[in-house]
């Protein structure tokens, strides 16, 4: 069982000393000191913190927490008025358009005596992933290929050891290409260690051989093109892992920690839209976050092979795309490619992620994974995930910053003048057509959800009504379908009382998409992804729910952020598009220094400092570079 980490008697000290003056008439220094009883912090940990304050009678100090998350400040975990602090369940991040890193986290202890006497303390909050783990090691956890040192640069990396597979009467550890194969830069048969040697200063000393490097999928030549999958398996080491693939954080709660559990055997299921997904990675544990898209075709990911100068590139398909959680953090970051996405309501495989950046998460179907496995081993025998037969849910995804909760999605920006004036021309001479539809209580102008910089026309309708009459757009307007019950919605609303209906509505509605509806739009999607992806601007094509009326599906389109994009269509072939901002899609793994790392496991720790210094960093992990 997983407890939460040893508290470590070790005393952490920091002080700031300022001369007393004004009415007080003392002239003797006041000290700010702080200890604590742990070397390191990880999720779900808590940790006492003390403050000594000198040149004052008076003890009591004011505590906070602040951290550079890009995410809330509750991302940060929380700190009591006695000084003791509870971490997050889930690593607090910063996520750029290069990497996806923990979060510096800072715990200030403030003299009540002397306000501008403090000191602080800052370190990163770990995942328990992170850690070596005895034998039989559990999966979710730290891994990497021994030989993924660069002698040329000095750096190492590593990421997830996802899940156990059988194939062939043969046990096998799951994970990307760009993890264990070194994005086709490794050779069958090389040792993989747990925890990763990224942990251990880039050499194998405080590692152990899990495993041998066993089918490499290669990623330049892409042996499966109409599915390419990021996927190296290595032959476990007899004895080395649990055999019964137990994985980090996906089973019960206990004393407030969630414990390994299997995910279901067999095949696994595929993904559908807004279905809540769990992953245990090793950067930032568990985390939860609902699907987004489906059948996304991307545009090519760089990898850079093993220690060498070879770039290449790979175009995906038919891949998932998950959201951020509903905390803002990202649902995986830098090193836990290589982890196994599961249903969170049954544990059952649905994705092994392996890309992503600041707003998405990308994995692989599990379908198209064992089919490229089968396709490419000797003997081609068939493969399957290894657990247990009965579905249980993740009750991690059920705690604080891990639940599921409706993410109420939001506009870019308030309507301009021109956007209004536009918006109002084209409501004022459909209006008797709008309130001829069916359902229709009334309408308003406002923002698309489905294109936050465009305008649309809000239609009003009775709570479960059909939209199916209601146009996706209107003179080439978009439409925003709201529903509600408020006799405010009647005939012609107000800008202002339409933006208020709007807020009312959106944290509650919802609607489900048939399989029928996805699968017609996916159709849609593959007739015109050519044509749509021919503009640079464009990066990703899938399909998804509407925003603007969520009971109907849509064409996403991925666009780069600040990069101008031809005009998209508010609708293809009847069917609503939805634009997305974001940056490149690039593989996430987590690279080191030698020095590097050693530095990164010391801001790990507690520590302490006067002001606030730049966060230990590592050079990113970006393929593409």
Known sequence: MITRSGLWAILIAACVVFAGCGGSGSSTPVTVTISANATTVQTFQVVQFSATVTGRSNQAVTWGVTCTATATTSAC?????????????????????QSTEPAVVTVTAISQAKSSASASVQFNVNSLNQQALAVPVQLGSSGSNANSLCASNNTCSGGTLGSLVTGGGKLYMLSNNHVLGLSDGATVGQEVT?????????????????????????????PIPATPVDVTTALVTTGQVDAGDNILELGAVSNGVPQPAPPVAGSGIAATVGQLLAKSGRTTGLTCAAVDMIHLTMQAVGYTKGCTTTNFTVTYNDEVEVGNMTNGQNFIGD????????DAATAQP???????????AIGSPVADVLAALKATTTGTPTFSFVGTATPHAVAGCSLAGLSSVTVTQKSATKLSADATQSVNAVTTRNAAQIMNTEGVSGYGVGMSLDSPKEPAILVFALPGASHSNIPAEIEGMRTRVIETGNPAAQGAVSQEQSAQLAAESAAVQAGEIPASA????????EKHVAEIMSDPAVIGVGVGASFDS??????GIFVLKNKTHKPIPATIDGLRTRVKETSP????????????????????????????????????????N
């Open 77 to 97: 975990g929380s700190i009591s008025a006695t000084g003791l602090y509870t971490a997050p369940n889930t690593v607090p991040t910063v996520a750029t358009m």
């Open 194 to 222: 747990q925890p990763g040697i990224i942990e251990t200063n880039c050499a194998t000393a405080g590692t152990i051989n899990v495993g041998t490097v066993a089918d490499i999928i290669s990623l330049e030549s892409q």
């Open 335 to 342: 090193g836990d490619s290589g982890s196994l996405a599961v």
């Open 350 to 360: 649905v994705a092994l992620m392996f890309a992503g950046n600041e707003s998405s």
């Open 518 to 525: 996805i699968e017609n739009a996916r159709q849609i999607k």
């Open 550 to 555: 969520p009971s109907e599906p849509a064409i």
């Open 585 to 624: 899609f690039r593989a996430i793994v987590n690279r080191s220094s030698s020095s590097a790392a050693c530095s990164a496991r010391t801001s790990s720790q507690v520590a302490v400092t006067r002001s606030a210094p730049e966060p230990a960093t590592r050079p990113v992990a970006s393929p593409s």
